[in-house]
């Protein structure tokens, strides 16, 4: 089992940035993949960004391309994400993801293990 905890929300302006962590627990040997979602009211859960626990590739969904990085610390077991020119429509509740299958990719149905989420709220 792999425990995460995220933090890092909060409240911001349009423009500004928030950094965001996700510390891992547990069986982290066993990982191959986090990644970040985000879900706003009303809405299914969406793929953000995600990091090789590997090799370090990354992917991120074309609504943050250029403005948000992801980043790893395999040392401290902990993954960041910083958010940059941050928008209104960015405001939402990020969680944290992982897997323990190999690769890279988006799919919210191959991420195993979940925390409970952080708020991020973009006001203009």
């Known amino acids: 089992q792999v425990q995460l905890v995220e933090s890092g929300g909060g409240s911001v302006q349009t423009g500004g940035s928030r950094r965001l962590a996700c510390s891992a627990t547990g069986r982290t040997f066993s990982l191959g993949i986090m990644g970040w979602f985000s879900q706003s009211p009303g809405k299914e859960r969406e793929f953000v960004a995600a990091?090789?626990?590997?090799?370090?590739?990354?992917l991120y969904s074309d609504s943050v391309k250029g403005r948000f990085t992801i980043s790893r610390d395999n040392a401290d077991n902990t993954m960041y994400l910083e958010m940059d020119s941050l928008k209104p429509e960015d405001t939402a509740i990020y969680y944290c993801?992982?897997?323990?299958?190999?690769?890279?990719?988006?799919?919210?149905?191959?991420?195993?293990?979940w925390g409970q989420g952080t708020q991020v709220a973009v006001s203009s």
């Open positions: 990091i090789s626990w590997l090799d370090g590739r990354t």
């Open positions: 993801a992982a897997s323990t299958r190999p690769g890279i990719f988006r799919i919210r149905g191959w991420y195993e293990y």
